[in-house]
């Protein structure tokens, strides 16, 4: 601030030069708050009072995805540094330490994030890296999406053009890439909403993170390596696709894709455990004299959502059933015979005709394997049946960079799963072997029993001395 005795022997150029100077700063602090006041006014922060015409607003506001963190984390996020007090730290260490993103971190790491995290807001269509520009931070979304993409040369247009790469949301990172490797910025990256992010500058990166998120990228190398599919591709294309690449974890039971969820888009690489795929069809059973007779009901689409909430309920007892095995990167069906939760009484005096859903196993994925290239998945959930890691990549980039190899898989997979008629088929197999098995067990136990000579001497020596392994 200039004294009001300086002021006075200022000149009349040195005046007008100071009141610019005070009219910018006021002007930067007004952008400022205007830019910050998206996540300064929270909805769930302001109440109802006299104004009407404020009330209405609140009320009407539209509200997008809630964010993690408070106004308060916010603002401690906000403050400088090396002001955050002991306590704040801790504070801010219970939050950090719970992001997805930093779950598997070591605790070593997770007790420096509050030292070196800073938060910021970015309005839609915002620039947030540019290509060719050199890398400063490293940035995690907390809510909004941004647009990747890259500048090429189109030889056939014979000039720069851009291409759109992946939509990014919450949970995804992304800068880490440049800092990693020591290069500049190699796509640019456009906020498509108003979005949050916390992010962590180039020099606490490099001491805090760096060498972990290095192992994490070698990791990703190594896991495409291991697939045939990838060995061909050059240097350039490897790390285009690690890029682009999503490492996904799942607990047991978990539902990895259907069609109302799971990353649609993306083609899934299972790096270690093991998928079902399983399916699922409405039959209608009608008794005719006491002999049950089947029909296969077709399912609409709207009636295909409902399967996200229903299969929990048999999920585990069919895995415990689960008979089918599998080599690595091949499918062997479990269909003799198929599993299904949900069995009638096969003779029952009389019975109204039932409509039931039944769940098939039709096949496993294990280590090696990918799905989802192509093939459909009407009436089809994936679930994992263990602890599981996948690796997504966008179907569109690997059909660009190798369309031959990943239409051959598609292929295989869509002739190779069995579809709808086939399982229907096995069902009806099933049901008649296990009906063949109770009217036999039945007249055998109706029998009356009858004597005979036969002793344990009569029998041969070497069918003793198997018969306790239960194999006969």
């Known amino acids: 601030m200039v004294s009001r005795e300086r002021r006075v022997s200022l000149s009349p150029t040195e005046k007008y030069q100071h009141a610019i100077s005070a009219r910018r700063k006021f002007r930067a602090i007004v952008k400022l708050i205007i830019a910050n006041l998206n996540w300064l006014q929270e909805i769930e922060d302001e109440k109802l ?43 801010l260490r219970k939050i950090l330490g719970n992001i997805k993103y930093f779950r598997r971190y070591p605790s070593s790491i997770k007790d420096e994030l509050p030292s070196i995290m800073l938060f910021n807001f970015f309005g839609p269509n915002r620039v947030i890296l540019r290509q060719n520009y050199e890398p400063e931070n490293f ?25 759109d790469l992946v939509v990014m949301g919450p949970g995804n990172v992304f800068g880490e890439v440049a800092l990693v490797h020591d290069i500049n910025r190699i796509a640019t990256v456009t906020t498509l909403e108003a979005s949050e992010f916390l992010y962590i500058r180039r020099d606490d990166f490099d001491r805090v993170l760096k060498s972990t998120v290095a192992e994490q990228w070698a990791k990703i190398e190594e896991n495409l390596s291991w697939f045939p599919y990838f060995q061909n591709w050059t240097a350039e294309e ?33 790096t270690k455990g093991r998928c079902y795929l399983i399916e699922h069809i409405t039959i209608k059973t009608v008794y005719k004299k006491g002999i049950p007779h089947y029909s296969l009901i077709e399912e609409t689409e709207e009636q295909d959502d409902r399967i996200a909430k229903t299969v929990y309920k048999d999920i585990k007892s069919l895995y415990r059933k689960e008979a089918s095995h599998m080599q690595l990167g091949e499918l062997r069906h479990s269909l003799r ?19 039931r859903m039944h769940f098939m196993n039709v096949c496993t994925f294990r280590k090696m394997a990918c799905f989802n290239v192509g093939e459909s998945l009407k009436n089809r959930i994936i679930v994992s049946a263990a602890k ?17 190899t990943f239409r051959s898989i598609e292929h295989f997979l869509t002739h190779n799963i069995p579809n709808t008629a086939t399982i229907f088929a096995k069902f009806l197999e ?26 344990i001497h009569n029998v041969p020596y070497m069918i003793r001395l198997c ?5 006969i």
């Open 49 to 91: 009072g006299d104004n009407v015409k404020k009330n209405i607003m609140v009320l009407t506001r539209k509200k997008g995805k809630k964010s993690i963190l408070t106004l308060q984390d916010k603002s401690l996020l906000n403050k400088p540094l090396h002001l955050r007090t002991e306590e704040e730290k801790a504070h």
């Open 139 to 163: 940035y995690i979304i907390l809510t909004g999406e941004v647009l990747v993409s890259r500048m090429y040369y189109d030889r056939l247009l014979k000039k720069e053009v851009s291409k």
């Open 238 to 270: 490897i790390r285009e696709a690690c890029i682009l690449a999503r490492q996904t974890f799942f607990e047991p039971e978990q539902i990895v894709l259907s069609t109302a969820g799971g990353h649609q888009d993306c083609i899934y690489f299972v």
């Open 337 to 355: 015979p198929p599993i299904s939760t949900s069995r009638p009484s096969l003779r029952p005096s009389y019975v109204f005709p039932q409509v």
């Open 388 to 404: 599981t890691e996948c690796l997504l990549l966008p179907r569109y980039f690997l059909m660009e960079k190798a369309m031959l």
């Open 430 to 455: 099933d049901r008649k072997w296990n009906e063949y098995k109770h009217k036999l067990v039945d007249e055998i136990l109706s029998q009356k029993k009858k004597s005979t000579n036969n002793n």
């Open 467 to 471: 018969e306790d392994l239960g194999e």
